[in-house]
Nanobody, 123 residues
């Protein structure tokens, strides 16, 4: 019954910014940690960030630390990923997932997955 839907992807120039949204339906996202993953063409999926459900603490992969910010609006059942200073290596399909915890290795079980939204960074 529960679903996650990402939105906000698109084409952006290097150095630009983009904000992705992850919205839940059928369940309350506020009780879940939400992880952002991404998968570039021909590459393995990697964890990008996570925001906890308990205290809203955030965690980031080294590759995006200082450039990306994840936040949540529990009243809207929505989690955001603000991406700044984008580069071509950020080009990927971005997925959000909801689970019990923020896992250090981004390898834990996720209860819900979105279908992804494509971010293309190109001049």
């Amino acid at each position: 019954q529960g679903q996650l839907v990402e939105s906000g992807g698109g084409l952006v120039q290097p150095g630009g910014s983009l904000t992705l949204s992850c919205t839940a339906s059928g369940f309350s996202l506020e009780y879940y940690a939400v992880t952002w993953f991404r998968q570039a063409p021909g590459k393995e999926r990697e964890g990008v960030s996570c925001i906890s459900s308990s205290d809203g603490s955030t965690h980031y992969a080294d590759s995006v630390k200082g450039r990306f910010t994840t936040s949540r609006d529990n009243a809207k059942d929505t989690v955001f990923l603000q991406m700044n200073n984008l580069n071509v290596d950020d080009t990927a399909v971005y997925y959000c997932a909801a689970g019990f915890l923020c896992y250090r290795g981004y390898d834990g079980r996720q209860d819900y997955w979105g279908k992804g939204t494509l971010v293309t960074v190109s001049s």
